[in-house]
């Protein structure tokens, strides 16, 4: 099969570059936004946490289609790699129909609930109605990514989210400023550039799944839904839904309850999340690529590898955040310089980084341990170690910590510490149990014999059950 650490940093580095390019796409928006005023950028801001949430609705399907064509893939049963792959797809298509019209009436109410003011409410409820109608758009193109990185394909995907993000980059100043014979439609500009752009990657990434061009060839029949297959994929991919739900609303509260200590502290936070995720990457990319070598190895039966796969993860991405979390406390107020002059902010991301770089590392083995227990398709974990790691340790230590023994901004940073302590020495006790190492698809039935002793082919098989 080969060496282990050059395939995973090969798989791992497309997904990396992918999530480069995604952090570009909110760049860009801003960029132009920032040019029509706060409320151009209040609207995608206040619609976020609502786009996110629906987004990880679905995303939980796609993770199920990564797990399953991974482990088919790895048992060479690629006939049914494909029709896993074709059953993620319907089921996906449908959800995705189902949550654009339901969240297209609902986005004028749910940005009441949200707060918006009668200033920004037209205009983020505009905004919020494009992007849940493309919602068809944005799944096309996370089913296309999950099936492709479940066959060991990361470099596709990312020049698709490559040609997206070029897209969009020329489409934004056309649609909101209505440069040349293009409509000045503003806020709602940027929405169709995000939609248009990701719809017509979507489209070709489909159509190279149905050509057989890459590793995958689905087929009509491969689209027609199946229940006993639906019930393994919602298996799969609701804990991963619930999780990823659950942590979009834990982080609405929790900056909710950052905003009890005023403007500059959540200025801070936000600065600090930003470079917490730039850091991320490389243990995001490691963490789907052990996703994919994880289950592609269970599906070989090859738990030992699988094993190994998820430790050279773990010790790749532990040393990039090392490096990282080292760079982040010796630079932490140039850090924070970068993106604010004020110098109450600064002095507060200082002292946040000061503390959660040194838990970096921890971020590190949680995000591999994750793609581990996604790629065997044991999503319940990946889903209880998210929960685990906000609810049940960051949320009630910032009240403790913050408020109730008085460390203020600094309770909350000691509060985002433990928690990555915490739970990554929970993930990795799981981990260590071995209860990941099974894999979900199914074995093959034991073929037939004929009356000679031999493996019986399936027209003989056919006589024989008469």
């Known amino acids: 099969m080969g060496p282990i650490t050059p395939a995973l940093l090969r798989l791992a580095w497309p997904v990396m570059l992918?999530?480069?390019?995604?952090?570009?796409?909110?760049?860009?928006?801003?960029?132009w936004l920032g040019r029509l005023g706060k409320v151009a950028i209040a609207a995608p801001t206040i619609s976020w946490p609502l786009v996110f949430l629906m987004i990880s609705l679905g995303a939980g399907v796609t993770i199920a289609g990564t797990a399953l064509v991974a482990q088919y893939t790895g048992a060479k049963r690629h006939e049914e790699a494909n029709h896993a792959a074709g059953q993620v797809f319907s089921f996906t298509a449908i959800l995705a129909v189902l949550f654009a019209a339901?969240?297209?009436?609902?986005?004028?109410?749910?940005?009441?609930?949200?707060?918006?003011?009668?200033?920004?409410?037209?205009?983020?409820?505009?905004?919020?109605?494009?992007?849940?109608?493309?919602?068809?758009?944005m799944f096309g193109m996370f089913i296309v990514t999950a099936l492709l990185n479940g066959i060991g394909d990361t470099v596709t995907p990312m020049k698709l989210m490559g040609v997206s993000v070029g897209l969009?980059?020329?489409?934004?100043?056309?649609?909101?400023?209505?440069w040349g014979p293009f409509p000045d439609w503003g806020v709602a500009g940027a929405a169709y550039a995000t939609v248009i752009s990701r719809g017509l990657i979507a489209v070709y990434g489909l159509w190279l799944l149905f050509s057989g061009r890459v590793g995958l060839h689905l087929r009509l029949r491969h689209l027609r839904l199946q229940a006993e297959t639906v019930r393994q994929i919602v298996m799969i991919g609701a804990p991963a839904s619930l999780g990823q739900s659950g942590t979009a609303v834990g982080f609405s509260i929790m900056t909710g309850i950052l905003a009890r200590f005023g403007t500059a502290v959540v200025s801070a936070f936000g600065i600090g999340n930003r470079v917490i995720s730039i850091a991320l990457m490389p243990a995001m990319g490691l963490g789907q690529a052990t996703a994919t070598m994880v289950g592609q190895n269970l599906g070989a039966k090859s738990p030992g590898r699988a094993a190994q796969v998820a430790w050279i993860g773990m010790g790749i991405s532990t040393g990039f955040l090392v490096l990282a979390g080292a760079a982040a406390v010796f630079l932490r107020a140039s850090l924070v310089h970068i993106f604010i002059s004020d110098p109450q902010v600064i002095a507060l991301g200082a002292q946040m980084f000061a503390i959660v770089g040194i838990a970096f590392p921890f971020m590190g083995i949680i995000q591999v341990v994750i793609g581990t227990y996604q790629g065997a398709g044991h999503t319940v974990y990946s889903m209880a170690f998210s929960l685990f790691r906000l609810w049940a340790l960051r949320i009630p230590l910032v009240y403790l910590l913050g408020f109730t023994l008085g460390m203020g901004p600094n309770g909350v940073w000691w509060a985002m510490f433990w928690s990555n302590l915490g739970a990554s020495v929970v993930a990795l006790s799981f981990f260590l149990t071995g209860n990941w190492k099974h894999r979900v698809i199914k074995d093959r039935p034991a073929p037939r014999l004929s009356t000679e002793g031999i493996a019986a082919e399936p027209a003989e098989r056919d006589l024989l059950q008469r």
Request: avoid cysteine.
């Open 18 to 31: 992918s999530n480069l390019f995604q952090t570009v796409y909110n760049l860009v928006d801003t960029l």
């Open 102 to 137: 339901g969240g297209a009436v609902a986005a004028h109410p749910l940005m009441v609930l949200m707060g918006a003011g009668p200033d920004l409410l037209p205009v983020a409820s505009g905004y919020l109605r494009i992007i849940y109608a493309g919602i068809p758009a």
């Open 168 to 178: 969009n980059i020329i489409l934004d100043p056309l649609l909101i400023f209505g």
